[in-house]
């Protein structure tokens, strides 16, 4: 069974950073498109970035210019790099397959508070 491991969230002030990384185990990242995704209290998980298996990228509008999703294929990680934060990018962050079909097992996420 896929497992996924998501880090690499925190505290942080409005306009900060930070990268989060996805690994993996039991599967290779490489072969299938990956979403980084988010849930924000009492609202629905949403798609804000996805990674193609040949590289392409697609983001959410309300992340547009601010984040970037990328993947290490030798090391079997995606990675979310998060610059210009506002305090709505507050979430528990999430990676898994960008399919409408089927998906893995999610992982604990983790937690990204942006303070203003």
């Known amino acids: 069974q896929v497992q996924l491991v998501e880090s690499g969230g925190g505290l942080v002030q409005s306009g900060g950073s930070l990268r989060l990384s996805c690994a993996a185990s039991?599967?290779?990242?490489?072969?299938?498109?990956m979403g980084w995704y988010r849930q924000a209290p009492g609202k629905q998980r949403e798609l804000v970035a996805r990674?193609?298996?040949?590289?392409?990228?697609n983001y959410a509008d309300s992340v547009k210019g601010r984040f970037t999703i990328s993947r290490d294929n030798a090391n079997n990680t995606v990675y979310l790099q998060m610059n210009s934060l506002k305090p709505e990018d507050t979430a528990v962050y999430y990676c898994?397959?960008?399919?409408?079909?089927?998906?893995?097992?999610w992982g604990q996420g983790t937690q990204v508070t942006v303070s203003s």
């Open positions: 990674i193609t298996e040949s590289g392409s990228t």
């Open positions: 039991r599967t290779r990242l490489s072969f299938v498109d």
């Open positions: 898994n397959r960008d399919s409408k079909y089927y998906q893995w097992n």
